[in-house]
Structure formats: structure tokens, C-alpha cells
């Protein structure tokens, strides 16, 4: 088919899905979903809005945006999951968000900690309760750096008053204990939660700390939560060009860090979804820069070497050339290697943060298409920084049901599907090659030269595995 015969086709897609709806509904979900043509009329897609009631969206809230992304990777604080069990459980290391240091001592990444509310903190309140789950945290972890308190629907339902518990026990224990209101009723989606994280960083601990000399080449990681390791790729070219990674916000980040993370020369933002808030904010207060980069794919990791190295002086994007030149060879025997075996699939994207645009360029290096992609939590931003990237035809969706991109697949056939847990049995079920791009199903990384070889070899092995061909839909 031609491009406009596509387009067409795409958008006739579209409408067909849409039938299923009564029409205030359709009339709702046709403004979040568009297809890109040569004119982008009709690209401009609606987001941020609230998910239409009864309708299944995968969307996380704002809990999971404050604990599960912005403060869950922070090392060596401990972090109180204040209320149920349900959600602390839940969010309990399920984002592989790697952390160095001896479990217990310095890193309570892998720990859940929860005031495990029952119906007598419901109806009595959980304000004691929570003094004494930290002073229980004081003594039993005295090298605990802080304290969050990340606090769940019921708290806010009840009136729990967590800021003056936070404050009392703050200045008892001379230990940062920082409140986080962060009830998943609050707002439209887990974005909300990451602002909410980012203004209690803000507030109590952003410029706290002791302060330290900042040196010509330090730089912040802002935004990469160390998903199998990718902070530490990410890491590792930053530093060989030169520059010094004196700040990871907040994978395999420590309070000092979050204290002295203005203290920079340079904040490199990956997820502009969570973290633009709190980078924004330090350019404003502190004249603290910053820029967004990418590291996925070898394409968008020599832009973004090239972005960053020209921030700084000739010796850097000395280093920074002759660290593309060594591993560019390297990387095209990657392609080499899996390109063959990938050219022409076509891939269907629906994730949260950076990735549906992000990864784009990584799957274009391979020969792969992206035919269609969309985000769970973006904001109007995020999509005009996507659509530029993505060819024509390209089917657009935000917050898309669970019906509807059951049928856009059915119906555009992609080779592989890369999305979260919520979607991957159903296609996996379906005999539908699929990879978990939240937390890059058990793998990675994917950043940086270190995680293309992965990311490659996981496609093809999704792709190419001969179980699809044995595999029959049981419906």
C-alpha cells in the first residue's frame, strides 16, 4: 500500500474500533487517538484527561508515581508505605530498580516497609501507629539516612495528619522524615504522583544537606530510575568522555544525592515525564541547567554524546569523538548481526514515561517500524515531542482501553508488541511475540552500548522464537 493508502486504512481502523462505544464515549475516545499524515491534521491527540469510567485503562496512580517511581530507588532512606498492605505489597520491588550496597545496612530498595492498616486505624487514625513504625525504623536500621512516608488512599480519606507525625519525629531523631501525600485518589494518573514526590524533595530536602565544591565536569542524572542497570550504562559513557556523574535521581540514588542535586554543572534529564518538574525547578532556583537525552540505540546515543559533550569544552568532545568512534564498530556488529533477522518487522508501543518515544530510534536502527505507539500518563508536551518522531501512518494513542488495543493489534498485525505486565499474557496468549517494556521483562539494560546488544538480541529472541509457531489462541 502507498502512504495514503495507509493512513487511510489506519484511520478507517480507528472509527471500526470506536464503533463498539455509545457515542458520548466514542465522541471522548476519538479525541485521544489520531493517526500521523503528511499534514499532521489530526494530530493533535488529547491527554492528560480523566480515563473514561468503566472503561479498563492500565494507568498506574499517583501512589505508584511518588513510591514506585520518584522515591522507591532511593537507597538508603526508608520508605513507609502508610496504610494497607495491599499497595506497599504491590509496589514491593516489582520495577527492578538496582541499587549497590549491603542489603539492610545502606540499601532498603529490596524491603517493603507498611503501617498495615486495619479497621481500628481506619475508624482511631494512624498517627501513633506511624511514630512508632519510625521509631521501630531508628532502631532497627540506625544507618537509615531518612525516612518517607508515602501515604495510600485511606489515609487521606481519614484526615491522618502525617506532617506534624513527620515533623515531631524529625526533629526527635535529627533525621530527615519527609511526608509524601501521595493518595492514589489524588489526580488522574501516576503523573501527579511524581510531582507530588518532587515537591516534598523540594520542600524538605533539595539544598539541606552540606554543600560541596562543584567541579567543571560534574554533572546529574536526572529522571533514570536504574531499570536491570540502565543508570550504570548511562553512567559509564558520561564518564568516559569525561564529565563526572556526581547525581543519579533516583535510581541508585542516595539523600545526600537528592540534597546536593543542584550542585551541579549540568542535569541530564532522561524521563521528561517524571522529572521536568523538579529540573525546571532547579534551573529557576539555583540556575542549576539541564537537558534531555537519550541513550537508546546507537543513533540516538551519538546525538545525544555530540548534545551534551558541546556543553562543555573542547576536551570533552575530544573524548566524547573518540568514544563514538570506538564503539560504533562495535555497535554495527550488532547490526549486522540481528538487522538481518529484524528488517521489516513492525512493532506496536504502549508504555509510560520516555519509552513510546524514546525507544523508537533504537527499533529504527534494527530495521524495525514502529506502526504504533501511545503513552499511559503523557501530558500534551509529551506528544509533541513524539509525533515529529514517528512516520507517517503512525497510529497515536493515549491511554488507550484494553479493548482498543486488543483490536488495533488484531487488526494492524504487528510482529511484536512491547507494553507492561497488565498487557503481556494477553498477548502471549493470543501467540503474539510481546516484550515488557516497563522493566524490560527480567532483562537488561537497554541504555547505552553496554544495553543495545541486549535490547537487539531480546527483540530477535522474542521475535524469531519458534514457540510462536506451535502456539494456537485458545479462543
Not at 531508628?138 to 485511606?154: I, M, Q, R, T
Not at 573518540?322 to 549486522?336: A, F, G, R, T, W
Not at 541486549?454 to 479462543?475: E, G, H, L
Request: with cysteine; glycine share 10%.
Amino acid at each position: 500500500m502507498s502512504t495514503r493508502e495507509i493512513v487511510d486504512f489506519r484511520k478507517q481502523v480507528v472509527e471500526d474500533v470506536l464503533e463498539v462505544y455509545p457515542e458520548k464515549a466514542k465522541k471522548n475516545r476519538r479525541q485521544h487517538i489520531a493517526v500521523k499524515d503528511s499534514e499532521c491534521a489530526g494530530c493533535a491527540v488529547k491527554s492528560n484527561a480523566k480515563t473514561v469510567p468503566g472503561i479498563m485503562t492500565a494507568r498506574g496512580c499517583a501512589y505508584a508515581g511518588a513510591k514506585g517511581v520518584v522515591w522507591g530507588p532511593v537507597k538508603d532512606v526508608v520508605h513507609i508505605s502508610h496504610g494497607p498492605v495491599g499497595c506497599g505489597y504491590y509496589s514491593w520491588g516489582n520495577r527492578r530498580n538496582l541499587a549497590e550496597g549491603e542489603i539492610g545496612v545502606d540499601n532498603f530498595v529490596p524491603f517493603l516497609f507498611t503501617s498495615d492498616f486495619q479497621e481500628s486505624d481506619i475508624i482511631y487514625g494512624g498517627d501513633k501507629k506511624l511514630e512508632k513504625i519510625i521509631h521501630e525504623v531508628v532502631d532497627l536500621f540506625p544507618n537509615a539516612k531518612g525516612v518517607s512516608v508515602l501515604s495510600e488512599c485511606p489515609v487521606g480519606l481519614i484526615g491522618d495528619d502525617i506532617e506534624s507525625v513527620a515533623r515531631r519525629m524529625s526533629e526527635k531523631f535529627e533525621l530527615p522524615v519527609v511526608p509524601v501525600r501521595c493518595e492514589g485518589f489524588r489526580g488522574i494518573s501516576q503523573s501527579l504522583g511524581h510531582h507530588i514526590a518532587n515537591d516534598a524533595i523540594r520542600d524538605h530536602v533539595l539544598g539541606k544537606g552540606s554543600a560541596r565544591d562543584v567541579g567543571p565536569y560534574d554533572i546529574g542524572i536526572i529522571g533514570d530510575y536504574n531499570i536491570g542497570g540502565d543508570a550504570w550504562a548511562s553512567k559509564k559513557i558520561l564518564e568516559e568522555i569525561g564529565l563526572k556523574v556526581v547525581n543519579i535521581w533516583t535510581g541508585d540514588s542516595t539523600l545526600e544525592m537528592l540534597q546536593n542535586g543542584h550542585l551541579v554543572k549540568l542535569n541530564l534529564i532522561h524521563c521528561f515525564r517524571s522529572m521536568n518538574y523538579i529540573a525546571k525547578y532547579m534551573e529557576e532556583t539555583y540556575g542549576t541547567p539541564w537537558l534531555e537525552f537519550n541513550f537508546f540505540g546507537p543513533t540516538k546515543i551519538r546525538e545525544s554524546i555530540l548534545k551534551i559533550a558541546a556543553q562543555f569544552d573542547n576536551s570533552i568532545m575530544e573524548k566524547a569523538l573518540k568514544v563514538i568512534e570506538k564503539y560504533e564498530p562495535l555497535m554495527q556488529n550488532v547490526i549486522d548481526t540481528y538487522r538481518p533477522r529484524l528488517e521489516g518487522k513492525s512493532v506496536m508501543l504502549y508504555v509510560g514515561g520516555l519509552r513510546p518515544r524514546h525507544i523508537v530510534g533504537a527499533y529504527e536502527d534494527l530495521g524495525m517500524e514502529v506502526i504504533g505507539t501511545g503513552y499511559e500518563f503523557a501530558h500534551k508536551e509529551d506528544y509533541e515531542k513524539t509525533i515529529p518522531a514517528l512516520k507517517e501512518g503512525t497510529l497515536i494513542y493515549d491511554d488507550v482501553t484494553a479493548l482498543e488495543l486488543e483490536e488495533f493489534v488484531k487488526k494492524l498485525k504487528p510482529d511484536l508488541v512491547g507494553s507492561g505486565i497488565k498487557e503481556k499474557y494477553v498477548f502471549e496468549k493470543m501467540g503474539l511475540p510481546f516484550r515488557q517494556m516497563h522493566s524490560w521483562d527480567y532483562s537488561g539494560p537497554y541504555h547505552g552500548y553496554e544495553g543495545f546488544p541486549i535490547f537487539a538480541r531480546d527483540m530477535d529472541m522474542a521475535i524469531n522464537s519458534p514457540t510462536w509457531k506451535v502456539i494456537k489462541a485458545p479462543w
